[in-house]
T-cell receptor, first 114, second 116 residues
Framework: GENVEQHPSTLSVQEGDSAVIKCTYS??????FPWYKQELGKRPQLIID?????GEKKDQRIAVTLNKTAKHFSLHITETQPEDSAVYFC?????????????FGTGTRLLVSP | DAGVIQSPRHEVTEMGQEVTLRCKPI?????LFWYRQTMMRGLELLIY????????DSGMPEDRFSAKMPNASFSTLKIQPSEPRDSAVYFC??????????????FGDGTRLSIL
């Protein structure tokens, strides 16, 4: 069935270090992969997304890579800052009879220590 | 522009009571999604609509849960009767259907529901 696995579940880094979160998906027809950041008590907010016709996308300190053959994609955060501390969710699109939805990973709690 | 608007932000009620959660999607968006978030189960899709029509309600946990979208600017999620295990944060999200391309979902601030 439709499934997105996300690792690690928790990640602790020192300020200034890099952080990498990895996701794998099961549906080979998935073609859209957003990443959301959720701060404590807040709503998930889109931070970056990538489509299947692109292998990498970058926006300042964050980047996402996609390997369609292996069906995995990753979020990279460089020069981490304490305000990057949050839960990060990956997602993959599922297209069913012409309608679209997302399947979310289980989340990674990132803690950046000063 | 206003984002997705949900009400109430918090709801505390006793077991057995009816609960109604409300959502106003972003104007012009034709997809609306209802999610439930708990520590144990993460972010679960309950039901979604396209052009006000329910497309997939396979995530609705039980018949106690129902959702409607009477028009393009309003949707409700109802739980009747409510149970303590329904306690969670309920998010509504909306998106625009691109011409064959998936579009980002935009989330509301959620309703934190506590059933005593």
């Amino acid at each position: 069935g439709e499934n997105v696995e996300q690792h690690p579940s928790t990640l602790s880094v020192q300020e200034g270090d890099s952080a990498v979160i990895k996701c794998t998906y099961s549906d080979s027809a998935s073609n859209y992969f957003p990443w959301y950041k959720q701060e404590l008590g807040k709503r998930p907010q889109l931070i970056i997304d990538i489509r299947s016709n692109v292998g990498e996308k970058k926006d300042q300190r964050i980047a996402v890579t996609l390997n369609k053959t292996a069906k995995h994609f990753s979020l990279h955060i460089t020069e981490t800052q304490p305000e990057d501390s949050a839960v990060y969710f990956c997602a993959a699109s599922i297209r069913n009879t012409g309608f679209q939805k997302l399947v979310f990973g289980t989340g990674t709690r990132l803690l950046v220590s000063p | 522009d206003a984002g997705v608007i949900q009400s109430p932000r918090h709801e505390v009620t006793e077991m057995g009571q009816e609960v109604t959660l409300r959502c106003k999607p972003i104007s012009g968006h034709d997809y609306l999604f209802w999610y439930r978030q708990t520590m144990m189960r993460g972010l679960e899709l309950l039901i979604y609509f396209n052009n006000n029509v329910p497309i997939d309600d396979s995530g609705m946990p039980e018949d106690r849960f129902s959702a409607k979208m009477p028009n393009a600017s309003f949707s409700t999620l109802k739980i009747q009767p409510s149970e303590p295990r329904d306690s969670a944060v309920y998010f509504c999200a909306s998106s625009l259907s691109g011409t064959g391309r998936n579009q980002p979902q935009h989330f509301g601030d959620g309703t934190r529901l506590s059933i005593l």
